[in-house]
Nanobody
């Protein structure tokens, strides 16, 4: 399974971006929880948002809860992250990941497929 993340870029504080993640194998994508993680320079990779296989349960990092929205389109094998009111502290490489189960945990070891990452840079 390949995951291809895209949509990152250089924006200013308060701007919006929409990240996309395309999955190459429908069977894995539609039956699995999906998530976005991020990693800033010198920092650990952290969970940002997750969504279960049906899209009925979503969970977020507290600092992004009111600003980011995760969604998925199973027929299209696509995962999205709408990011609004971006802040400099959101600057990181963002990774999409497919979980081993139908749910989306907050723990990176629970994910077995990862995209290559897309850079998001928010200037102040």
């Amino acid at each position: 399974v390949q995951l291809q993340a895209s949509g990152g870029g250089l924006v200013q504080t308060g701007d919006s971006l929409r990240l996309s993640c395309a999955a190459s194998r429908r069977g894995v994508f539609s039956n699995n929880g999906m998530a976005w993680f991020r990693q800033a320079p010198g920092e650990e990779r952290e969970f940002v948002a997750g969504i279960d296989w049906r899209g009925g349960t979503r969970n977020y990092l507290d600092s992004v809860k009111a600003r980011f929205t995760i969604s998925r389109d199973n027929p299209k094998n696509m995962l999205y992250l709408q990011m609004n009111s971006l802040k400099p502290e959101d600057t990181a490489v963002y990774y999409c990941a497919a979980a081993r189960s139908a749910m989306a945990s907050r723990q990176a070891p629970d994910y077995h497929y990862w995209g290559q990452g897309t850079q998001v840079t928010v200037s102040s």
